[in-house]
Structure formats: structure tokens, C-alpha cells
T-cell receptor, first 115, second 113 residues
Framework: DTEVTQTPKHLVMGMTNKKSLKCEQH?????MYWYKQKAKKPPELMFV???????INESVPSRFSPECPNSSLLNLHLHALQPEDSALYLC??????????????FGPGTRLTVL | KQEVTQIPAALSVPEGENLVLNCSFT??????LQWFRQDPGKGLTSLLL?????REQTSGRLNASLDKSSGRSTLYIAASQPGDSATYLC????????????FGKGTTLSVSS
């Protein structure tokens, strides 16, 4: 099973709301990623967790707060977002045992609209 | 800084044609290169991964090649079908554990029946 699941599929929120995106994988992968993708643009990295520790934060505003409660689960907490944060948020995971053949597997994404 | 470029940005072909999508990268010190497919509004589906020590990978009608020294990869699609219509993204990975992919902007393919 090479499935990464994301919930919810769609989310509409106001600028004062607090919400969370959830990502789950049961492939035993030890690295998990959040990407942001604007319309007609490629995905851009936001955060990387490696062995449940935050290893990369690509200068993402503090209104985005990642959390990795365990090796299978990755959350992205959202607070006081701006309309320009509207995008498709993609989660990915990879084995990352240091092998060059490690593939990143992506979830279907959460379509976020900020009003 | 690694940059990934994909040419062409869009491609329209009739069903049955063989076609080639191109990807180039500026820094040859890559760990691996992945080709993905993305349907509108959907997530990414991994098609092929080529390790830095490999020259090509094949899966069904797809063949991807890698020339690290020249910073190029190609994705060859044989006997294209309308169901192949999607955006194809090339991405390179620079390091080992926990490092992310750097994506090109993609080639949007339309195959007409």
C-alpha cells in the first residue's frame, strides 16, 4: 500500500479561524513533508519532518504551525491566514533510509480557501 | 541554487503519437530524479524514479532517461492515449534523508482522440 491520506479534501475558512490539516501514512516512512501549490505553479516545500523532528522550515510564516505527533501522522495547524494563503496543500512521505531509490509519495491534497 | 526547467510548457498531440518531455537542471549533484503526473486539482502520482547512478527507467509505455553530466532528463511516452492528458512534473532531490524535491513548472499534455 503506497497511500498517503489527507483530510479534509476541501476547507473554507475565515481569516480569524483556527483549523488543522491532517496527513497520515502507514508505510513505515520516517520522513514527511508539507508542500504548498498555487494554481498553475509547481509545489513548493514548506516543512520537512525526519524521524519525527522538524528538519527543514522554508521560512514559512508563523501562522502555519506543523506538528508530527508520531511517525504516521503529520498535522498543519492554521491560524490567522490571509487570502493569499489559498492553495492546494500537499503532504508527502518517503522511507528515507538513505537510499537513492527512495520515492516520495504524495497525498491527494487539501484545497484551502481563505475568505 | 538548483533550478529545474521543463520544456515545452504545453504540448498537444493526436492519439497514438510518441512524444518526449524534457527536463533540465543546473546542478548535477543530484541524489535522484522523479517524474510525476498531476491531474487538475489533484495530488501527484509518481511515475518513475531514476537514481543518480542510473541512466534510465521504464514502466509500461513510459521511459525516463537521465544524463547527469549534461543536467538533462527526458520522459518518453509511447503510443499516447487521451488518458495520458495531464501535467507532468520533473523533480530533483539534492540530498539523502529528509531533503525535499525541487520541481520544474511542468509540461501540460493534451492528447486528442
Amino acid at each position: 500500500d503506497t497511500e498517503v491520506t489527507q483530510t479534509p479534501k476541501h476547507l473554507v475558512m475565515g481569516m480569524t479561524n483556527k483549523k488543522s490539516l491532517k496527513c497520515e501514512q502507514h508505510m513505515g516512512h520516517r520522513a514527511m513533508y508539507w508542500y504548498k501549490q498555487k494554481a498553475k505553479k509547481p509545489p513548493e516545500l514548506m516543512f520537512v519532518y525526519s524521524y519525527e523532528k522538524l528538519s527543514i522550515n522554508e521560512s514559512v510564516p508563523s501562522r502555519f504551525s506543523p506538528e508530527c505527533p508520531n511517525s504516521s501522522l503529520l498535522n498543519l495547524h492554521l491560524h490567522a491566514l490571509q487570502p493569499e494563503d489559498s492553495a492546494l496543500y500537499l503532504c508527502a512521505s518517503s522511507q528515507d533510509g538513505g537510499r537513492a531509490r527512495d520515492t516520495q509519495y504524495f497525498g491527494p491534497g487539501t484545497r484551502l480557501t481563505v475568505l | 541554487k538548483q533550478e529545474v526547467t521543463q520544456i515545452p510548457a504545453a504540448l498537444s498531440v493526436p492519439e497514438g503519437e510518441n512524444l518526449v518531455l524534457n527536463c533540465s537542471f543546473t546542478d548535477s549533484a543530484i541524489y535522484n530524479l522523479q517524474w510525476f503526473r498531476q491531474d487538475p486539482g489533484k495530488g501527484l502520482t509518481s511515475l518513475l524514479l531514476i537514481q543518480s547512478s542510473q541512466r534510465e527507467q521504464t514502466s509500461g509505455r513510459l521511459n525516463a532517461s537521465l544524463d547527469k553530466s549534461s543536467g538533462r532528463s527526458t520522459l518518453y511516452i509511447a503510443a499516447s492515449q487521451p488518458g495520458d492528458s495531464a501535467t507532468y512534473l520533473c523533480a530533483v532531490r539534492l540530498g539523502q534523508a529528509g531533503t525535499a524535491l525541487i520541481f520544474g513548472k511542468g509540461t501540460t499534455l493534451s492528447v486528442s482522440s
